[in-house]
Structures are given as structure tokens and as C-alpha cells.
């Protein structure tokens, strides 16, 4: 099993920043992709950005320009610098693992509890 916790959020003003952290433990195998998702009161949880084992990464056109997404392989931890943030940027915030599990022959997803981020105007 894998265990994720987030950790970060927090209120803050519109136009500030924040960062959050995603610390990953357990059994670890080979993991294909590390993700931030974040879901708003009445709307459906959705991506916001990944990062791969390699290093690409991909972002929601929302936050483009605004967030960056990072890994740290040996803390085993994903991080999530927020700049610029808006209102609509409101929302719990869940981080996600993918890893291929060879004894099962396929890859599962993993999430965390989620943090709270909510941007004052």
C-alpha cells in the first residue's frame, strides 16, 4: 500500500503564493507519473498538473504560467509552487501516484486526503 499526504494549504490573498507538499510512503515501486488535482465546491475534481518519472510535466491551461509542479525523488515527495493565485483557484487540493505493480500487472492510482486552499479577494 501506498500513503500520501499532502500538506500546505492554507488561506491566503488573492495575488499570493503558497506552496504545497505531497510526501509519498509505503511500497513504492515504480512509479509512472505524480499529479495535483484539485476539486471546488460543486464541480468535479480535475487535474490540475503532473509530473512523470522523467521529469515532464503537464498543467491545466487554468494555472499555466502560475503553478509549478516539482518532484524530489529521494524525500519521495511532489511539490506544488502556487504564484498569482485567484479565487477560482479555491478548492481542495488532492495529490495522486501512479505506479505500475508488477505482482498485479497493472498500474494503480493512489490519493491523499486533500488540503484546503482557499483565496481570499
Known amino acids: 500500500q501506498v500513503q500520501l499526504v499532502e500538506s500546505g494549504g492554507g488561506l491566503v490573498q488573492a495575488g499570493g503564493s503558497l506552496r504545497l507538499s505531497c510526501a509519498a510512503s509505503?511500497?513504492?515501486?515504480?512509479?509512472?507519473?505524480m499529479a495535483w488535482y484539485r476539486q471546488a465546491p460543486g464541480n468535479e475534481r480535475e487535474l490540475v498538473a503532473q509530473?512523470?518519472?522523467?521529469?515532464?510535466?503537464n498543467y491545466a491551461d487554468s494555472v499555466k504560467g502560475r503553478f509549478t509542479i516539482s518532484a524530489d525523488n529521494a524525500k519521495r515527495t511532489v511539490y506544488l509552487q502556487m504564484n498569482s493565485l485567484k479565487p477560482e483557484d479555491t478548492g481542495v487540493y488532492y495529490c495522486?501516484?501512479?505506479?505500475?505493480?508488477?505482482?498485479?500487472?497493472?498500474?494503480?492510482?493512489?490519493w491523499g486526503q486533500g488540503t484546503q486552499l482557499t483565496v481570499s479577494s
Open positions: 509530473i512523470t518519472s522523467t521529469g515532464i510535466t
Open positions: 509505503g511500497s513504492i515501486l515504480r512509479v509512472n507519473f
Open positions: 495522486k501516484l501512479n505506479q505500475f505493480e508488477h505482482y498485479r500487472g497493472y498500474s494503480s492510482d493512489y
